[in-house]
């Protein structure tokens, strides 16, 4: 079995924040790749690469709204089901409105902020395993989930840790 590193983008134009949230990421008894945006437009180009597993976003960034851009991830057909964290240093109740619309997982005051947070709320991570050898008996039969259209590559059957290629 091989447990593949999840990926995890920090989406903050704080180095400082960046860096105190990427701590938290790295306490994680799995591993985790952290990828960094310091803008929206940089994370979306982050998240057009694909499988990112959780995102830790600031509200107030230079080219927009946290919150705003959760709305627009909550209705992108390859990111909607993406979980994600507002770290905001001054969570107001507008942002919070819009957060819940968006279907943000979780809002938190940066001073909050920590592993425990990150750990409930990462997906637990795809282990990879050999198939099953004729003739053994499978935890479960394999119904294959189909790629969203357009995305190629590994996608995840209901057996844990059985993966498929287009």
Same mark, same amino acid.
């Given at each position: 079995m091989t447990q593949h590193a999840q990926r995890c983008l920090i989406v903050d134009d704080s180095s400082?924040?960046?860096?105190?949230?990427a701590r938290a990421v790295?306490?994680?008894?799995?591993?985790?790749?952290?990828?960094?945006?310091a803008t929206l437009d940089?994370?979306?180009? @982050?998240?057009?690469?694909?499988?990112i597993a959780l995102i830790l976003l600031d509200n107030t960034l230079p080219d927009g709204k946290g919150a705003n851009f959760a709305l627009e991830l909550a209705e992108h057909a390859d990111w909607a089901e993406i979980p994600v964290i507002i770290v905001?240093?001054?969570?107001?109740?507008?942002?919070?409105?819009?957060?819940?619309?968006?279907?943000?997982? /979780? @809002? @938190?005051?940066?001073?909050?902020?920590?592993?425990?947070l990150v750990a409930r709320m990462l997906p637990a991570?795809?282990?990879?395993?050999?198939?099953? +050898?004729?003739g053994s008996a499978a !935890?479960?039969?394999? !119904?294959?989930? +189909?790629?969203?259209?357009? !995305?190629?590559?590994? @996608?995840?059957? /209901?057996?844990?840790? /059985? !993966? /498929?290629?287009?």
């Open positions: 400082f924040d960046q860096r105190m949230m790295s306490k994680l008894d799995r591993p985790v790749d952290i990828l960094f945006a940089d994370a979306r180009q @982050v998240l057009a690469l694909g499988e905001s240093d001054w969570p107001s109740p507008f942002m919070w409105q819009k957060a819940k619309q968006a279907g943000v997982a /979780h @809002v @938190v005051n940066k001073s909050e902020f920590g592993a425990d991570p795809a282990v990879l395993q050999s198939p099953p +050898r004729a !935890r479960g039969r394999c !119904r294959k989930k +189909r790629a969203p259209p357009g !995305r190629a590559g590994p @996608v995840a059957c /209901h057996v844990s840790g /059985h !993966r /498929h290629r287009r």
